[in-house]
């Protein structure tokens, strides 16, 4: 079945940086365009960055120039490297495919603070 595991997240003070990972299942994955959503608490996910198939990324403007998403098609997995680290950034970071395929992983928590 699908599955999605997100890890990599922690406690950081602002101005660091975290690398994220999401490992996925149960999908072709090189097939698919995946996406870095985040959910702040009392917040509606956003959707953070995106790579395609052919690696083409793109980005949310609050966090352009300073996050990178990646990708590995070998290891079926998506990171997304996080630097200069502002307190907004904190929240549950997941990844999936797009298009939705319904499931979601269990997320990983980035909290950034002094």
């Known amino acids: 079945q699908v599955q999605f595991v997100e890890s990599g997240g922690g406690l950081e003070q602002p101005g660091g940086s975290l690398r994220l990972s999401c490992a996925a299942s149960?999908?072709?994955?090189?097939?698919?365009?995946m996406d870095w959503y985040r959910q702040a608490p009392g917040k509606q996910r956003e959707l953070v960055a995106s790579?395609?198939?052919?690696?083409?990324?793109n980005y949310a403007d609050s966090v352009k120039g300073r996050f990178t998403i990646s990708k590995d098609n070998a290891q079926n997995t998506v990171y997304l490297q996080m630097n200069s680290l502002k307190r907004e950034d904190t929240a549950v970071y997941y990844c999936?495919?797009?298009?939705?395929?319904?499931?979601w992983g269990q997320g990983t928590q980035v909290s950034v603070s002094s």
């Open positions: 149960g999908i072709i994955f090189s097939m698919f365009r």
């Open positions: 999936n495919t797009h298009p939705s395929l319904g499931v």
């Open positions: 790579i395609t198939s052919g690696g083409s990324t």
